[in-house]
């Protein structure tokens, strides 16, 4: 039997991605309870762990800052001199305008893997669920580094490979029954593992790198419903290849079947998330 190549392209679609994020902006803080608890908990676990002189960083990033979550996090518990939120999507900008009135918080529309920053703008960069949608992801670690002052933090969350394994599963099965090949055998973007994170963050040039892994569970009446909440957090998959309405509709019914038959608990079906916080410097020099 032939099979059609459907899924994913090797590299993000940065345009479409902005897209889908910027038509979420209004339904985004509804449904983004996790992303909104990951946010508060990296400043929680971060901020033991820095050490600026006089107890703030002179002068913050936030790196796909969306509505503010983070921002608002980082300007309640760490007080920076000053602090610049950027993302690529404006709708997601204008919801943020909204949170961050504060005079030391500057929106900026722009890409976290082409940082529109002199050297040694920061002393402190931060992001949370916001690295799993970089393109390459070890040369933007690199980057990051630049917009660093010497002895600068970076400090982040990021989804691991174990994420949405249960999408990706199904979905791999429910394509499979339909004769589709997909372009790449997963949901979304490739994710990198705690190990894969800490080598790259070393040949990026950072030391004094902590990592921890936590595992996190959503939990929603049927797969129908847990797609939507996707979608109303704006994490479609920025590189699916168009099919037909009746493909699609299929496709998804599908899934559903296949999600809803093999990970149900207590008749509520479950998606999981490896989330993996990270500290770090910038080598001196």
């Known amino acids: ?24 902006a209004s339904t985004y803080e509804k449904h983004a309870t996790l992303q909104r608890e990951i946010a508060w908990q990296l400043v929680d676990w971060a901020a033991p762990r820095l050490d600026f002189p006089g107890g703030g960083p002179r002068a913050a ?6 509505t503010g979550f983070l921002t608002g996090f980082l300007l309640d518990r760490l007080h920076p001199g000053s602090l610049v939120g950027i993302d690529l999507a404006g709708g997601m900008l204008d919801r943020a305008r909204g ?28 992001s949370s669920t916001a690295f799993q949608w970089f393109a390459a992801p070890a ?7 630049r917009v660093l002052e010497p002895g600068g ?17 199904s979905y791999r099965e429910a394509a499979g029954r339909m004769g589709i090949k997909l372009a790449v055998g997963r949901y979304g973007p490739p994710l990198m593992g705690e190990p894969e994170l800490n080598n790259a963050l070393q040949a990026a040039g950072y030391s004094g790198i902590e990592c921890e892994c936590r595992t996190k569970l959503e939990y ?3 797969c129908r419903e847990f797609i939507r909440s996707l979608k109303a957090r704006g994490a479609n998959n920025p590189n699916f290849r168009p099919m037909s309405i009746g493909a699609e509709r299929r496709l998804l019914s599908l899934l559903a079947e296949t999600y809803e038959r093999r990970f149900t608990s207590d008749g509520l079906v479950y998606a999981t998330y490896e989330v993996i916080f990270c500290s770090c410097r910038r080598e001196n020099g």
């Open 153 to 169: 933090r970076l400090v982040f969350a990021t989804m691991g490979h174990g994420t949405l394994r249960e999408l990706k599963e």
């Open 1 to 24: 039997m032939s099979t059609r190549k459907t899924g994913r392209d090797s590299r993000v679609n940065k345009k479409i991605m902005a897209l889908h994020f910027s038509r979420s």
């Open 220 to 222: 929603f009446p049927g």
């Open 99 to 126: 949170v961050c009135v504060n005079g030391t918080v500057r929106l900026v529309r722009a890409d976290g893997e082409r940082l529109p920053f002199a050297p040694a703008s920061f002393d402190l960069v931060a």
């Open 61 to 66: 990033l936030d790196i796909g800052c969306g």
């Open 139 to 145: 040369d933007s670690l690199a980057r990051i580094g």
